[in-house]
């Protein structure tokens, strides 16, 4: 048996590298570089910033300003050439070229865009102008939208409103915890003979903030 070993896995190991050459040679056979030229069809003209792409293997690559582009795929693959403007074509690399390096000239259709009529007409006399001038909200844009969001009463109203994450609950369940247990066995303080609450209270009555408000209707302060 170990004579039968000795003798037959060294041929064992011979064709497994022989095969090992044979597939990483038929692999790099199967690729290929396409160097080439995308070009309108009807002046013959550069276009650039063409989007190249490997069909089905999401990667590509982009035509230069004068529509140059350089690719590396296999043979059998197809490639596509996308830009607004223009209609979308397809190459498909043949398996039987021959060699590692193709030049390629790929020219592309312009394609005609159909937008929905839009028709302006101005506002019938000087008054009404001036009436929407003066009165015609304008949707914020995204710099006035984030300067709204970031405000300081902003942040303020929405840390009141939002709900609390675990941190805060825990933090103020301790605190509750803490202030019982400084009263536990006694009665606690009532404010209602506490002078510094009288006096906060009647600083808020000058304020105003007992005054009842506009609320909608099925609400109350009460």
Request: include cysteine.
């Amino acid at each position: 048996m170990r004579y039968l070993f000795c003798t037959y896995f060294p041929v064992f190991m011979v064709c497994i590298l022989i095969s090992g050459t044979i597939n990483a040679q038929h692999i790099y056979e199967n690729i290929i570089q396409i160097n080439g030229v995308v070009m309108t069809a009807d002046s013959l003209r550069a276009v650039p910033n063409v989007t190249i792409l490997v069909k089905n293997q999401n990667r590509g690559v982009e035509s230069g300003n004068m529509g140059v582009f350089s690719i590396v795929c296999y043979k059998g693959d197809t490639l596509q050439f996308t830009e607004i403007g223009f209609r979308s074509k397809e190459f498909v690399v043949s398996k039987d070229l021959k060699g590692q390096y193709f030049s390629l000239i790929q020219l592309m259709v312009q394609d005609t865009f159909y937008l929905p009529e839009t028709i302006i007409r101005p506002l019938p006399s000087k008054g009404q102008f001036d009436y929407a001038f003066s009165h015609w909200r304008i949707p914020d844009d995204k710099y006035e939208i984030a300067r709204k969001n970031t405000d300081v009463l902003m942040l303020r109203a929405l840390a009141y409103t939002l709900p609390r994450d675990g941190r805060e609950a825990q933090a103020i369940n301790q605190s509750q915890q803490w202030h019982d247990a400084v009263y536990y066995g006694q009665m606690k303080p009532m404010n209602i003979l506490n002078p510094l609450a009288w006096a906060e209270f009647y600083e808020a009555w000058k304020r105003g903030d007992f005054r009842k408000q506009n609320l909608p209707i099925g609400t109350s302060n009460y």
